[in-house]
């Protein structure tokens, strides 16, 4: 291939982005300096988090400039080198972009995987990706769950929350998901083996906040947030004394036109608990123990990890809009080569 083809952001999104945002265009291939290598891109991890990567609000990484390809964590295998350590065909994984091709830079993010490691290569970009490490770090070290506790998941047959809500079981939580609609509800209790779902679509505040106090009428000790909105404010009426909230994603706000913001805090005051924002980044350091526990964990069938693929760099808006729609059935990713 001669040709880079690139998914580049033309224009910020207002509200739910739409096709004029962006342009899938072609660019010359990138020309190696020393101390770089060319990765043809294999997947690219669509996430929730590159919504706002699209914006430019202030933020824990600068937007993607106007003209750019959508920044995403991919894995690929390395085409041309000239890093050491960096050899034609490696596989790698890092943040670079959704395109054909991406450039790699010795002591950058991108890092050398082993397919024969895993069941799939792409299980670097779900459970031991992001993902894995969110729900992992997120809810063990932010939230501190223990035995008997009772942990309320919201997004909770995504990505993320299907494996919190799996880690919270092995801890032994009793645990209630919440997502849209009966078929992933239950998948939750059938797949997942969480204790309760309950389907948020066609419920308010009102109602939300009854269905989380009839499963659990004395109130939640955890929260492992990844909605937010009127889910949120549901969770924050029902909390036990003392509970912590792991603010992990807000994704029913990111398409939203305006500002948003949960209405019941006072409870936090009531309940003498703690809401404690997490960003995933942060644990780097400690990727690889988190690895090596979900690892033996999935090797013991004790977690399922579902992944969503599409394909084509033409689908990849679709594919990312599956994220707000709700049509993705596990970790979403999009196939390029
Ligand atoms: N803080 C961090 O470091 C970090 C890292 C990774 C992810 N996250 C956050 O974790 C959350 C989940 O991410 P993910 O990658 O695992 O995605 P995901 O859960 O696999 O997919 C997103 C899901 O969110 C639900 N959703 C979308 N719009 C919604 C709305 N308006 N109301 C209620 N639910 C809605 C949909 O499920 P339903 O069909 O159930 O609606 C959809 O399938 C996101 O908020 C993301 O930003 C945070």
Same mark, same amino acid.
């Given at each position: 291939m001669t040709t880079n083809r690139q998914f580049n952001l033309k224009r910020r999104p207002e509200g739910a982005p739409v096709a004029d945002d962006f342009a899938l265009e072609g660019a010359p291939l990138p020309k190696l300096a020393d101390g770089q290598f060319l990765i043809r891109n294999h997947y690219a991890s669509l996430d929730p988090a590159m919504r706002g990567w699209m914006? @430019?609000? @202030?933020?824990?990484m600068p937007p993607i400039?106007?003209?750019a390809p959508v920044r995403a964590s991919t894995i690929g295998i390395v085409? @041309?080198?000239?890093? #050491?350590?960096? *050899?034609?065909?490696q596989w790698v994984m890092g943040?670079? *972009?959704? #395109?054909?091709y991406s450039v790699g830079t010795l002591g950058g993010f991108t890092q050398p995987i082993d397919?024969?490691?895993?069941?799939?290569?792409?299980n670097y970009l779900s459970l031991f990706g992001a993902v894995g490490m969110t729900a992992y770090f997120g809810l063990l070290?932010?939230? #501190?769950p223990k035995a008997g506790d009772v942990l309320l998941v919201s997004g909770a047959a995504g990505a993320v929350g299907s494996l919190v809500g799996q880690i919270g079981k092995i801890k032994g939580c009793t645990v209630i998901g919440i997502a849209g609609g009966a078929e992933k509800c239950a998948r939750l209790t *059938?797949?997942?083996?969480?204790d309760h779902a309950i389907?948020?679509?066609?419920?308010?505040r009102a109602a939300l906040d009854a269905a989380i106090r009839a499963l659990a009428p004395d109130g939640v000790d955890v929260i492992f947030e990844n909605v937010g909105g009127d889910i949120l404010d549901a969770g924050l009426n029902n909390l036990r004394h003392g509970a912590r909230i792991g603010?992990?994603?807000?994704i029913s706000e990111y398409n939203a036109p305006g500002p948003v913001g949960a209405r019941n805090l006072w409870q936090l005051i009531v309940h003498r608990a703690s809401i404690r924002g997490l960003l995933v980044a942060d644990f780097v350091p400690r990727f690889a123990e988190g690895a090596v526990q979900l690892g033996a964990w999935a090797a013991e069938g004790r977690l399922i990890v579902d992944e969503h693929i599409d394909e084509g760099l033409d689908n990849a808006l679709p594919a990312f809009m599956r994220l707000f729609e709700g049509s993705n059935q596990g970790k979403m990713i999009l196939k390029i080569a």
């Open positions: 914006s @430019d609000a @202030d933020s824990y400039p106007l003209g085409e @041309d080198s000239r890093a #050491e350590g960096f *050899a034609k065909g943040l670079n *972009a959704i #395109e054909d397919p024969d490691a895993v069941p799939s290569v792409t070290d932010v939230c #501190e *059938a797949r997942y083996g969480f389907d948020y679509r066609g419920k308010d603010l992990c994603g807000l």
